[in-house]
């Protein structure tokens, strides 16, 4: 698969612990948020995403946390499994540019381990 | 099946000579992205359309042109490919206000 997750920050856990992935985001007036996953050899795949007028909100197995005055992101996933293992990276949209205007953080890889 | 298309997946070229990469997408998005991913910078954004004959740069246009003629086609164009251009490249789709879908990316090297 494609090398994109050389020197990355790794998060390793054991199979069916929770794990928790954070990001600083850089723009305070951005609003929208976005949690993707990228499984090697493959496209970022949208997770969940949470807008500025929320502090938290839950999917299936995983919950996104805001908060705006630190701008931190985190990615909460529940029961982790080895399938979740991938290179994990938050979006921030700041003002401009609509909703296509992206801004991605550098990524984490969680490992997932048996 | 709803799904962003890029072709060529692998791409191996020399300085200087045009090249084209296709984006299409079967789901009547209005958004459509280009972003490079390199190792330790995560995806940045080259180049966006908001809709027909709307684009606008990102955060790493040079080097790069896009049209859009129709809707459900992007291609990213590199007149004069340089080997710092070698890389990772998605494109993504949205409708508007919605999240981004990505393609499966095309990886180009750049001899």
């Known amino acids: 698969g494609e090398s994109v997750g050389l020197h990355l920050p790794t998060l390793s856990v054991q199979e069916g612990d929770n794990s928790i992935i954070n990001c600083a985001y850089s723009n305070s007036a951005s609003d929208y948020f976005i949690w993707y996953k990228q499984e090697s050899g493959k496209g970022p795949q949208f997770i969940i995403d949470?807008?500025?007028?929320?502090d938290k909100r839950q999917g299936q197995r995983v919950t996104v946390l805001l908060n705006k005055t630190v701008k931190h992101l985190s990615l909460q996933i529940a029961a982790t499994q080895p399938g979740d293992s991938a290179v994990y990276f938050c979006?921030?949209?700041?003002?401009?540019?609509?909703?296509?205007?992206?801004?991605f953080g550098a990524g984490t890889r969680l490992a997932v381990h048996p | 099946e709803a799904q962003v298309t890029q072709n060529p997946r692998y791409l191996i070229t020399v300085t200087g000579k045009k090249l084209t990469v296709t984006c299409s997408q079967n789901m009547n998005h209005e958004y459509m992205s280009w972003y490079r991913q390199d190792p330790g910078l995560g995806l940045r954004q080259i180049y966006y359309?908001?809709?027909?004959?709307?684009?606008d740069k990102g955060d790493v246009p040079e080097g790069y042109k896009v049209s859009r003629k129709e809707k459900r086609n992007f291609p990213l164009i590199l007149e004069s490919p340089s080997p710092n251009q070698t890389s990772l490249y998605f494109c993504?789709?949205?409708?508007?206000?919605?999240?981004?879908?990505f393609g499966p990316g095309t990886r180009l090297t750049v001899l």
């Open positions: 993504a789709s949205s409708r508007r206000g919605d999240t981004q879908y």
């Open positions: 359309s908001m809709n027909v004959e709307v684009t």
């Open positions: 949470i807008r500025s007028n929320m």
């Open positions: 979006a921030e949209n700041p003002p401009g540019g609509g909703y296509n205007k992206l801004i």
